[in-house]
T-cell receptor, first 115, second 114 residues
Framework: NAGVTQTPKFRVLKTGQSMTLLCAQD?????MYWYRQDPGMGLRLIHY???????AKGEVPDGYNVSRLKKQNFLLGLESAAPSQTSVYFC??????????????FGEGSRLTVL | AQSVTQPDIHITVSEGASLELRCNYS??????LFWYVQSPGQGLQLLLK??????LVQGIKGFEAEFKRSQSSFNLRKPSVHWSDAAEYFC????????????FGAGTRLFVKA
């Protein structure tokens, strides 16, 4: 079982360049998320989606855009990369519904360096 | 505002010794509590979770955690640590209605010495 797959796993950008991170999940989960992980700060939510065609801002959305055109895919875009966006990015998915525990299923991460 | 505090940035234990990782939370409603583990270069994996019932919960890899409402704590324990337990551990609190309300602690990195 693939679970949550992120591509690419590593990327180096120059300031001002753009790029897209792709997340794909094969668990038929409704909810998907993009987090960034920085030392000493845990995981911070960038954007999330509660279903195909919907997106919403999380805790640190500035400088990022997302799209959820298909249920299984969630794309994270950086239009003009900045050194402050150097981080490890994690995609996650979960099952929705009142009473669910909110357990998150994570991809292996994408390490982005902006020079 | 809801928050999660993991007081220890890193902990070193000897292989075979017991382990306790601390987690304190602030949450206005009934919390759903989680411990995740992240091995080097990997994503996060759920160790265990609590949302109701017995306050002592068992997880994978021999871990357990105890929910103490009076202390707003959810500490993770293991009686005998193995070298393969070296990883970073994250405590998280959520609302149970969706992961977008999950708040993560800063993490505790566990080092295991032979």
């Amino acid at each position: 079982n693939a679970g949550v797959t992120q591509t690419p796993k590593f990327r180096v950008l120059k300031t001002g360049q753009s790029m897209t991170l792709l997340c794909a999940q094969d668990m038929n989960h409704e909810y998907m998320y993009w987090y960034r992980q920085d030392p000493g700060m845990g995981l911070r939510l960038i954007h999330y989606s509660v279903g195909e065609g919907t997106t919403a801002k999380g805790e640190v959305p500035d400088g990022y855009n997302v799209s959820r055109l298909k249920k299984q895919n969630f794309l994270l875009g950086l239009e003009s990369a900045a050194p402050s966006q150097t981080s490890v990015y994690f995609c996650a998915s979960s099952v929705p519904g009142q009473g669910n525990t909110g357990e998150l299923f994570f991809g292996e991460g994408s390490r982005l360096t902006v020079l | 505002a809801q928050s999660v505090t993991q007081p220890d940035i890193h902990i070193t234990v000897s292989e075979g010794a017991s382990l306790e990782l601390r987690c304190n939370y602030s949450y206005g409603a009934t919390p759903y509590l989680f411990w995740y583990v992240q091995s080097p270069g990997q994503g996060l994996q759920l160790l265990l979770k609590y949302f109701s019932g017995d306050t002592l919960v068992q997880g994978i890899k021999g871990f357990e955690a105890e929910f103490k409402r009076s202390q707003s704590s959810f500490n993770l324990r293991k009686p005998s640590v193995h070298w393969s337990d070296a990883a970073e551990y994250f405590c998280a609190v959520g609302a149970g209605t969706g992961g977008f309300k999950t708040i993560f602690g800063a993490g505790t990195r566990l080092f295991v010495k032979a």
